[in-house]
T-cell receptor, first 113, second 116 residues
Framework: QQQVKQSPQSLIVQKGGISIINCAYE??????FPWYQQFPGKGPALLIA?????SEKKEGRFTISFNKSAKQFSLHIMDSQPGDSATYFC????????????FGQGTTLQVKP | NAGVTQTPKFQVLKTGQSMTLQCAQD?????MSWYRQDPGMGLRLIHY???????DQGEVPNGYNVSRSTTEDFPLRLLSAAPSQTSVYFC???????????????FGDGTRLSIL
């Protein structure tokens, strides 16, 4: 059963635009919400992450917004660039000491020049 | 410092064959895990280990076996390959979970496995 649902499946944005990817999680105790970026032929790499006691985190052009009551979080990419074209995964880490990550289905982003 | 190294990068197997996917990390991470990535499914956890000698099942463990005899290595064994196991397999490692610093998982570049 998929406990983290991600949308949209694919996204096309013009250069300079804002890319928004959404995730929602179900009733499970999660303590950490990372976003991973994956380029073709490579493994996922951590992009940005947030803890559930924080509502927003910004790193450069990337921002996570977190709504604990709605069990939703989203990634905003400001001033999107062609180099941002990649697949993005949201994830949620199960609370405790197992380190288990539950991933969303992924979003393929294409930024057109 | 190579990070997480996976071998082989590509493999084609016939149904019923067995093989071992290798994973090694040089960051002295206690936590290691295996995921499979399929289109539209994201990454799904197969097995994980919180330290040498300790392994546990993830979401999709059937048909796979793991062991963790050293901190550095975490091989994944396919016991009798089936076409449904055609996928891209990723190994990841991180510092001990539950630490305050929220250490991220570091991924290898994957093994692309096709089973005919």
């Amino acid at each position: 059963q998929q406990q983290v649902k991600q949308s949209p499946q694919s996204l096309i944005v013009q250069k300079g635009g804002i890319s928004i990817i959404n995730c929602a999680y179900e009733n499970t105790a999660f303590d950490y919400f990372p976003w991973y970026q994956q380029f073709p032929g490579k493994g996922p790499a951590l992009l940005i992450a947030i803890r559930p006691d924080v509502s927003e985190k910004k790193e450069g052009r990337f921002t996570i917004s977190f709504n604990k009551s709605a069990k939703q979080f989203s990634l905003h990419i400001m001033d999107s660039q062609p180099g941002d074209s990649a697949t993005y995964f949201c994830a949620a880490r199960v609370s405790g000491n197992t380190g288990k990550l539950i991933f969303g289905q992924g979003t393929t982003l294409q930024v057109k020049p | 410092n190579a990070g997480v190294t996976q071998t082989p990068k590509f493999q084609v197997l016939k149904t019923g064959q067995s093989m071992t996917l290798q994973c090694a990390q040089d960051m002295n991470h206690e936590y290691m895990s295996w995921y499979r990535q399929d289109p539209g499914m994201g990454l799904r956890l197969i097995h994980y280990s919180v330290g040498a000698g300790i392994t546990d099942q993830g979401e999709v463990p059937n048909g796979y076996n793991v062991s963790r005899s050293t901190t550095e290595d975490f091989p994944l064994r396919l016991l009798s390959a089936a076409p449904s196991q055609t996928s891209v397999y990723f190994c990841a490692s991180s510092a001990r979970p539950g630490t305050v610093s929220n250490q991220p998982q570091h991924f290898g570049d994957g093994t692309r496995l096709s089973i005919l």
